[in-house]
């Protein structure tokens, strides 16, 4: 397996081998943020990309919407295409060193992008950057998919085990409104953070 780093995920870019981009939010998603209400939430998404979550909530008054990545070049193109988005919400750096703490944080396709043996890593990482009550929601592909390159696969059972020692499960099924290319192929998960793991 390729070493994921900083030079992969650009070259990746670069290259416009961006599989997992749909182009626009998807439906899962969008649909959560317009149950949000409370617009001064602080906001994470790690492994942004190319943002569309992000430039959603930022367009419907979302202020504190922080997004994260190993690569600076999606990043770049985001703030090229979003001007007004604060340059300090943009942060170029690997997610796993991150020591601020945030009410929500968003997956998608960022975990599926990780090599598969930091999964535990990434459970107690949310746990440790969500405030208390704070909630990690997103989609999780319920596929194989590859072994050898991301995006990596798995399914609800194994993903279970991660998340069960930091989150209640108040949502982790199959996702009715998936885009067709991915419909029955992704979870949505909506996960508390336990008060102590």
Not at 7 to 33: A, C, E, H, M, V
Not at 116 to 129: F, Q, S
Not at 140 to 163: I, S, T, V
Request: charged letters at 20%; aromatic letters at 18%.
């Amino acid at each position: 397996m390729e070493t994921l780093n900083e030079n992969y995920w650009t070259q990746r870019y670069q290259l416009g081998n961006t599989g997992w981009d749909t182009g626009s939010i998807t439906p899962p998603l969008k649909i959560y943020f317009d149950q949000l209400y409370d617009k001064n939430i602080k906001i994470l998404i790690p492994g942004s990309g190319n943002s569309y979550e992000a430039a959603y909530l930022f367009e419907q008054g979302f202020s504190q919407v922080h997004i994260v990545d190993i690569s600076k070049h999606p990043l770049e193109k985001f703030q090229q295409q979003y001007p007004d988005f604060p340059p300090e919400q943009m942060l170029h750096q690997n997610f796993f060193t991150l020591d601020s703490t945030f009410d929500l944080i968003i997956e998608q396709t960022f975990f599926c992008a990780l090599n598969p043996d930091l999964r535990p890593d990434y459970a107690k990482k949310m746990y440790e950057l969500l405030k208390p009550s704070g909630r990690l929601v997103g989609l999780l592909f319920d596929a194989p998919l590859y072994q050898d390159h991301p995006p990596f696969g798995g399914n609800l059972q194994e993903y279970r085990q991660y998340f069960k020692p930091y989150f209640y499960f108040h949502t982790f099924e199959s996702a009715y409104n998936s885009i067709s290319p991915r419909l029955g192929n992704e979870l949505f998960i909506n996960l508390k953070r336990k008060e102590q793991a």
